[in-house]
């Protein structure tokens, strides 16, 4: 059955929406090979998202329903008496969690959540206006709707999250098609935008989302149903934002006075003259993704130049190691050019998630695989550290150091199980169920390796099936396995993704290097014969005939490397930080006899590399060999830390004793 579920899933991919215009005529150049296609057999990866399969989607159902989420759609459709419940953005919560099931679903059959689902869709449909207008928070009670949300709808774009919900609400009812085939969801999403694209836009009423996520909504309808005035509609709503004068609608000591700063929305200037990261650090990632899909979708290259301008200035100067973004808490935002402090990071979850989808996006549009590198470093660490390994617990911000006492956690010192804000938990569940997409991609007839994760999958090239195994240990072990079988020899080309962090760069633009001077490269052989590298773009270019049972094998040498960042990193400055592999590490009070924050990390200290099964679900621990005068220091990788209670945490640590700064 699952076999005949994945051939359902790609004919909808293909079959342009019937009745309804054609297939987008320009796209990003390079395709992922989708996730149903792609069986993921990780050591690392399976266990996590088997969890969120069995522990993190049904919790996160449980708390849509146990917050009343679920039922204030009943409510604006006037089936259950009684007031909105919770903030005015708490369907995008439902929508999410959807997207995510609908993920799951297409991995894997399960007609009972798929009726669970079917239930809140019928809730959803309920609650839409006549015309298509649906935001329950304003439909419950339109004549006293929550703060925030404007006395009319579109009347408070800044702070009502009327679009953003819908964004939202775009994303699930594609993903649910796709796996189920019913349109329930999607007949919805398109009433409404229908709406949207009769409400805004040149000559119609001018405005903008306060919350940016209704683009890459837009865009993935356009792709669906291959309907310009969709496309039409995201591009608009990208070239109006910051074009009038903006209007301070809240008294300065209201709670909502952040949205009297143009900066915090990334609405001081139209994003196509942006230069610089700035404000709420979800909000740009939403908007860098529905940038960077306009300019593939449209051709524009004003779009990717933008988007390219941007990249660099978060990459080079306003990114984590852990990959993480967004410095401030206040706003959620970005800070300065190299404002990186350890213990303050805010570094939401969310941000992690957007940034792993805005580089995938560039990588699909670019085909280098720089982007690839952050993708991978904010996968690995960043917002992997957002879920516990339980799966039921949650970092909303991820800091790089921790006194086990400041509540940076909304009010705790460690992870948390729900938030009132509950953003973070839901993107988690909707983003990790679809991550056998970013495995591999293909442009013509060359497929591209650009994540190692044990997997079987087929792709098709030159009008053949060709099946791909990679076996490996990743992030563990440097060595992969990929085994092509085509089932006629031939022609195409491998492009094996060498990551940055195997060729002496954890990031490109210079913000964070390796410090220890070790050189190694990574080597390929193919059937055991060593070959001399052709690399492009960041990949190493296989191009032969390829047979069944030929053989490709990978080394990427792992040794534990310290890293230091730029002088300009203030936060940084004299300390340094362990990775191993993709993996950034992070020194723990409960493996150093309850205190590192006095700890130092002398050049002189040598590290061994020991893989614990037993040890947080299994991880690669480092430990220093006994050097005169400390106690042995011991790191685990940082998405696996506070998963043993609060304490002393610390990314960074000085090279030498000096004064506590
Ligand atoms: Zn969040």
């Known amino acids: 059955m699952k076999k005949i579920r994945g051939a359902v899933v790609f004919l909808f991919l293909i079959v342009p929406w019937p009745g309804q215009g054609t297939a987008p005529e320009k796209d990003y150049p390079l ?26 989607l049904p919790f996160a159902i449980k708390k849509c329903e146990e917050t009343g989420r679920v039922d204030n759609f009943w409510k ?18 439902v929508y999410k969690v959807i997207e995510g099931a609908a993920y799951s679903l297409s991995l894997e059959r399960d007609p009972e959540l798929e009726k669970h689902l079917d239930r809140w869709i019928e809730a959803i449909a309920a609650a839409q206006e006549p015309d298509g207008y649906l935001y329950a928070a304003r439909s419950v009670d ?18 009502s999250h009327e679009l953003y919900n819908a964004g939202h609400l775009y994303e699930a009812a594609v993903a649910y098609f796709q796996a189920t085939g019913k349109r329930s969801l999607l007949e919805v999403a398109l009433k409404n935008a229908d709406l949207l694209c009769s409400v805004f836009g040149p000559g119609l009423r001018y405005g903008y989302p306060g919350h940016q996520e209704v683009e890459v909504g837009l865009a993935k309808l356009y792709r669906l149903t291959g309907q310009a005035k969709y496309l039409d509609l995201a591009r608009y709503f990208l070239e109006a934002r910051g ?47 529905g940038m960077t899909d306009v300019a593939a979708l449209s051709g524009d290259e004003r779009f990717s130049r933008a988007a390219d301008r941007l990249w660099e200035n978060v990459t080079g100067r306003k990114s984590y190691l852990t990959g993480g973004v967004g410095s401030r808490s206040e706003g959620e935002a970005f800070g300065d050019d190299y404002e990186l402090p350890n213990a303050t990071a805010y570094s939401e979850t969310c941000a992690a998630i957007g940034s792993v989808l805005w580089n995938a996006r560039l990588f699909l549009l670019h085909g280098q695989s720089e982007y690839l590198d952050v993708l991978e470093r904010t996968l690995y660490n960043g917002l992997l550290s957002g879920v516990s390994l339980s799966g039921n617990l949650f970092f909303y911000p991820n800091p790089l150091e921790s006194d ?24 988690l569940s909707r983003f990790l169920p679809s991550l056998p997409g970013y495995v591999l ?136 930080a362990l990775e191993r592999g993709p993996l950034v590490y992070a020194f723990e009070a409960a493996d150093n006899g309850g205190h590192v924050l006095d700890r130092t990390l002398p050049d002189s200290l040598d590290f061994e590399a020991v893989f614990e099964p ?41 090279r030498q004793k000096g004064p506590r700064r």
């Open 243 to 289: 074009q009038k004068p903006f209007i301070k609608r809240f008294p300065e000591d209201s709670p909502f006075a952040i949205y009297n700063q143009d900066w915090y929305l990334q609405a001081h200037r139209p994003p196509l003259g942006q230069i610089e990261a700035v404000g709420h650090a979800v909000r740009a990632m939403y908007m860098f993704s």
């Open 142 to 159: 339109p004549g006293n709707p929550p703060q925030g949300a404007g006395p009319e709808r579109w009347s408070l774009l800044e702070s």
């Open 614 to 654: 037993e040890l947080l679900g299994g991880v690669t621990r480092l430990a220093s060999r006994p050097a005169d005068g400390q106690s042995p220091l011991v790191a685990v990788p940082y998405y696996a830390w506070s998963n043993r209670g609060a304490g002393e945490m610390a990314v960074w640590l000085p």
């Open 404 to 427: 086990g006492l400041t509540p940076f956690n909304e009010g705790a010192a460690t992870r948390q199980p729900w938030f009132e804000v509950a953003c973070c938990p839901t993107n």
């Open 31 to 56: 395709r992922p090979v989708p996730f149903t296609q792609v069986k993921i057999r990780d050591a690392f990866w399976g266990p996590r998202l088997e969890t969120n399969r069995r522990v993190t």
């Open 76 to 93: 604006a459709a006037h089936r259950l008496p009684g007031p909105f419940l919770g903030k005015r953005y708490n369907d995008s919560d």
């Open 441 to 576: 991609a293909q442009k013509d007839d060359a497929l591209y390796v650009n994540l190692y994760i044990q997997c079987e999958a087929t792709v098709r090239i030159g009008g053949q099936e060709v099946g791909l195994t990679i076996e490996t240990l990743y992030p563990w072990r440097g060595s992969v396995r990929i085994k092509v079988k085509p089932r006629h020899p031939l022609a195409f080309g491998l492009n094996l993704r060498l990551p940055g962090w195997a060729l002496g760069r954890p990031v490109s633009g210079g913000l964070y290097a390796y410090a220890d001077g070790i050189h190694s490269r990574p080597s390929v052989r193919v059937n055991s014969r060593p070959q001399t590298l052709d690399v492009a773009q960041g990949f190493a270019r296989l191009r032969r005939v390829w047979k069944k049972g030929d053989v490709v094998e990978l080394d990427l040498p792992l040794s534990v490397r310290r890293v230091s960042a730029r002088p300009e990193v203030k936060a940084d400055a004299g300390k340094v």
